[in-house]
């Protein structure tokens, strides 16, 4: 594969990165909670995504989803009642946060356990229909015919994630300068409010396109 094909797919790809979604909604919103650090779990989860679907549109498995309206229903609605869900607790846990200062001794987090950032991170791009579209409607027009797909496939997958992790890793920076604020009670309850109403618009608004 060229050069010139991965730039042309970055280009393609950019506008798309920079559209705010759930990925960059979680990275502030853990970033706020627990530092920088789960901002970057988060953003290794989302990466893990795009290498699902490329990996997945090589072999023609997405391709199939989109095929039959009936299976892309399904995974569009899991993916938007995840959206859901997920604005939904954070509503609920503004709700409950206590108003004094927050414990200064945090249970670790396994990435497997539901509420881990990276598997937030993971499933947020996972089951988004529109993330597997890209490699199933913009990335074959960057590969060259007749030849195998999948090292070509994952190569654009690596050039897609450094940019997407350089444009979150920016984020993570500006949400860590302001993670002392954030975490002032008060205003962590407003910006948890902000969030989940945010992930609970883009869930309804996935379910409604």
Known sequence: MQGVAVLGFLVAVAPITATPGASLTLVVSRVATGGRRQGWWVILGTVTGLYVHATLAAVGLAALVLRSSQAFWVVKLVG??????????????????????PPTVRARRLPWR??????????????NPKAAAVYLTLAPQFLEPGRPVLVPMLLLATAHAALHTCWLAGWTAVSGAAARLLRRANVRRLFDRLTGAILLGLGVRAAMT
């Open 114 to 127: 539901v509420h881990h950032p990276y598997l937030q991170g993971l499933l947020g791009n996972v089951l």
């Open 80 to 101: 938007a009642g995840y959206l859901v869900g997920l604005g939904i607790w954070l509503l609920w846990s503004a709700a409950r946060r206590p108003t004094g200062p």
